[in-house]
């Protein structure tokens, strides 16, 4: 053996055992953080098995905690022996809360919470196939009892291999903007490829893991894009270099997996307001400001909202929620049942005067086109459904484009360049990319391009395409959450999450700015619940474990989420960092507006009222003002269209300006993004597009 691989193996045999060295001081560690009652202790309870026989936890996830762990260790022993002690495994249990409790005030502050962070992680959550006792303790439950989770049909892929030489069109990107281009080209009789970067995941593959699923992403995500895909987040504090496999906040991930982020989102299916098209005539432009007003009325999109919630298959109800959305058709179902937190905060609503009702979701509260109806299950954010009743692009759109026989969906495949000219465009595939990566060239009459906000604009960016509006006026949503705690349980462990709003503040004089919607806060997974004890509750120890088995199930709030007003300067660029294949990653910059700050502040104090109204106690913000993270999961604007080049990227119907063949249909298209989940203006606005090209096939 070299003499270099005999020095790492060394260095790994020696990492063992210190590892196993700390153990005993490790173990009665744990065991005091959650103590033993009628429930397990910390270690036997699942943290024994998360720290020492999960290999993804030892080998991967877990690397950052042991340094800070064995120094604990090694700090736990020295201070029990200064008491007499043979070590911190021998102390009597008030003894050790004692050293804990100074180690956790003092310099030992950080590895304290390590340890605290990893007794959390494998007591209350569900991660590779554990299920540890917290989540018993709790009463928390993936899937009701008696629901048997089922695997959808399998989508049909086409290999490298069977990939032709030229198509009528390439769709870069199979989440709804992408999954409607292909089901609208292909019944037009259009020959479709559609590129989709992840690799195939099964339904059971994107469920039930509260440290990789994009609920939480603690670590690597799942749904994530995996090593080889570097960002750099251009934060105040300096360039960060993130790799796909790392903070999902801070890279900005959304969902990489076949449907994107429609596969795994709750599937809030709200229409724009009239306003929301109509920013810069109705504010204005602050300094440093860029809104715009869109190249499209709420009224000409009308009939394409009407067709997105028919087609992909929406549960709402008429009444105060759409009586500022004019409508030409109801919903295709009926909304969701409702629940306890629904008629607490109706109830509040009532008193204070305010409008609510139940929220439109892309789920199935009723059998529909051939899927069962919703079950319900506590984790349905970030996860698939078990039984295939959540509606998206990879049950909707996809599987239609493909019965035509006229779609070829290629996973695992990521185009890295786009090539326009006059009489072709075509793309370069790198297929097979997570196995051994063969390099595609393929033409094409045209190319969408439907990576997101984010990788459609690096694409376009990379390929040469566009003018210097390609990759400007990044923004998202501002969002709040306020916090309290309720006389009784409000949010049991019942799906699908969030489940009643009010309109109330948006586009109203309560909230400047445009304002946003205020919801139900989603029902807490038990990981989550465990870092928001109520006040007076410590975060460790017996009666933390007393409160996550009670008073956790009274933690209550609301969620807001408003304009953020675009600025020129928040913008994706080229970074210098290569990507697996040698191109330029993203570079992100997102700055924050002040009347962003105040839409955001504002709303956390309409949320404040609706829970006091409703009785909540010890209401409280989470976190205080959010932070100007890179990107995020309703990220918009990079390609935004407009009706000159001097201001937009693209043309009214995403047709990239300066290109012959290239169009843009995604998010990336929003001049703004309204004051609620974006996801049903990109399916309604892609019809629209994609039916536009039809009718302008380019000769």
């Not at 009701?144 to 089922?150: A, D, K, Q, W």
């Not at 959450?481 to 004089?509: F, M, N, Q, R, W």
């Not at 956790?552 to 020129?568: S, Y």
């Amino acid at each position: 053996m070299p003499d270099a691989d005999l020095s790492a193996a060394s260095a790994e045999k020696g990492g063992r055992a210190a590892r196993a060295a700390a153990l005993p001081a490790l173990r009665a560690a744990i065991d005091r953080i959650i103590p033993a009652d009628a429930w397990p202790a910390g270690w036997e309870g699942g943290v024994r098995e998360y720290l020492t026989d999960d290999p993804i936890a030892a080998d991967r996830d877990l690397l950052w905690a042991w340094p800070e762990l064995l120094s604990l260790a090694a700090r736990l022993d020295d201070e029990a022996r200064r008491t007499g002690a043979a070590d911190f495994a021998a102390l009597g249990v008030d003894e050790q809360d004692a050293i804990l409790a100074m180690i956790e005030s003092g310099s030992g502050a950080r590895a304290f919470d390590a340890l605290r962070r990893v007794s959390w992680e494998g007591y209350y959550a569900s991660s590779d196939g554990r299920h540890p006792a917290g989540l018993d303790m709790v009463g928390f439950r993936g899937a009701p009892e008696g629901v048997t989770p089922i695997e959808p049909e399998p989508l049909k892929t086409v290999t490298a291999a069977q990939v032709h030489s030229h198509y009528d069109a390439i769709i870069v990107g199979s989440g709804p903007g992408g999954g409607v281009a292909a089901q609208v080209l292909t019944a037009a009789g259009k020959h479709v490829l559609l590129v989709e970067r992840a690799p195939y995941l099964r339904a059971d593959e994107i469920r039930g893991d509260h440290l990789h699923g994009k609920r939480n992403a603690v670590y690597w995500p799942t749904v994530g894009p995996g090593p080889g895909h570097p960002r750099v987040a251009q934060t105040p504090d300096g360039d960060r270099l993130i790799d796909g496999t790392g903070d999902a906040g801070l890279y900005g991930l959304n969902a990489d997996t076949i449907g994107g982020g429609t596969r795994i989102w709750q599937g809030m299916a709200w229409r724009f307001m009239p306003e929301d098209f109509r920013m810069a005539s109705l504010y204005g432009n602050p300094d440093g400001a860029s809104l715009a007003d869109w190249p499209v009325s709420y009224d000409e999109l009308e009939p394409y909202y009407t067709k997105a919630e028919w087609e992909l298959g929406v549960a709402g109800e008429e009444g105060g929620l759409t009586s500022r959305t004019p409508r030409s058709a109801g919903y295709p179902m009926p909304a969701m049942g409702t629940e306890p937190s629904r008629e607490l905060l109706g109830s509040a609503a009532d008193r204070l005067g305010w409008g609510w009702g139940p929220i439109p979701l892309a789920i199935n509260s009723q059998p529909w086109d051939g899927r069962a109806a919703c079950v319900r299950c506590a984790q349905c954010i970030g996860n698939t459904c078990p039984v295939d009743a959540k509606n998206g692009s990879q049950s909707t759109f996809i599987p239609r484009a493909i019965a035509t026989g006229l779609c070829d969906l290629l996973p695992d495949a990521e185009v890295v360049e786009v090539r326009d000219g006059v009489g072709a465009a075509g793309v370069t595939i790198m297929a097979d990319a997570t196995k051994r990566p063969v390099e595609l060239t393929v033409s094409a009459d045209v190319v969408v391009v439907s990576a997101g906000a984010v990788e459609t604009a690096r694409l376009l960016l990379a390929s040469g395409l566009g003018n210097d509006h390609v990759g400007r006026y990044l923004h998202d949503h501002r969002t709040a959450t306020v916090l309290g705690h309720a006389a009784e349980p409000v949010k049991p462990y019942i799906g699908p999450g969030h489940s009643v709003a009010t309109l109330d503040h948006v586009h109203a004089a309560t909230v400047p700015w445009g304002g946003g919607v205020i919801v139900d806060l989603m029902g807490l997974l038990p990981l989550t619940s465990a870092g928001q004890p109520g006040p007076g509750t410590p975060a460790w120890g017996a009666r933390h474990k007393e409160w996550m088995r009670g008073g956790r199930a009274n933690l209550f709030g609301v969620f807001a989420m408003g304009q953020e007003i675009p600025m020129p300067t928040s913008r994706v660029t080229l970074a210098s960092v290569k990507d697996r294949w040698g191109r330029p990653g993203a570079a992100l910059r997102k700055e924050v507006h002040w009347t962003s700050q105040q839409v955001e502040d504002g709303l956390a104090v309409q949320g404040a009222t609706w829970l006091a109204a409703a009785g909540i106690t010890d209401i409280r913000r989470q976190g205080g003002p959010a932070t100007a993270s890179a990107a995020g999961e309703h990220s918009c604007g990079t390609a935004r269209m407009g009706t000159s080049s001097d201001n937009s990227a693209t043309d009214p119907y995403g047709r990239v300006w300066g290109s012959h063949r290239v169009v843009a249909c995604d998010s990336s298209l929003h001049p703004t993004n309204g004051s609620v989940n974006p996801t049903l203006t990109i399916v309604a606005n892609a019809f629209r597009v994609a039916e536009n090209l039809v009718a302008e096939w380019p000769r």
